[in-house]
C-alpha cells in the first residue's frame, strides 16, 4: 500500500490488460516492483521522479483516492 499508487490504466487494446501506474512510473510500473522482487526502497533507472516506496497509513494517503483538479 504505497502512498504513490495512482491505480490502473487501462489499455486502449482489449487483447491487453491495464498497467498499474503510479506518479514514479505512469507509464506503468515495473514487474520486479509488482512482485516484490523489488522493494523499490532506492531510486531505479526510469524512474520520473525521485519518490520511493512509502507506506500508507491509510487509503486517503494514496494517491488514487486524492481528490483530482476539475472534480
Same mark, same amino acid.
Given at each position: @500500500?504505497?502512498?504513490?499508487? $495512482? $491505480?490502473? @490504466? ?7 490488460? $491495464?498497467?498499474? %501506474? ?9 514487474? !520486479? ?20 516506496? !512509502? ?5 486517503? !494517503? @494514496? !494517491? %488514487?483516492?486524492?481528490?483530482?483538479? $476539475?472534480?
Amino acid at each position: @500500500m504505497c502512498k504513490h499508487y $495512482g $491505480g490502473i @490504466m487501462k489499455s486502449n487494446n482489449p487483447e491487453q490488460s $491495464g498497467k498499474h %501506474i503510479c506518479m514514479v512510473f505512469p507509464k506503468g510500473i515495473p514487474d !520486479e516492483i509488482l512482485s516484490g522482487r523489488n522493494e523499490h526502497s532506492q531510486s531505479m533507472p526510469g524512474q520520473n521522479s525521485i519518490e520511493v516506496y !512509502e507506506r500508507a497509513s491509510n487509503f486517503a !494517503e @494514496m !494517491e %488514487i483516492f486524492k481528490p483530482k483538479k $476539475g472534480f
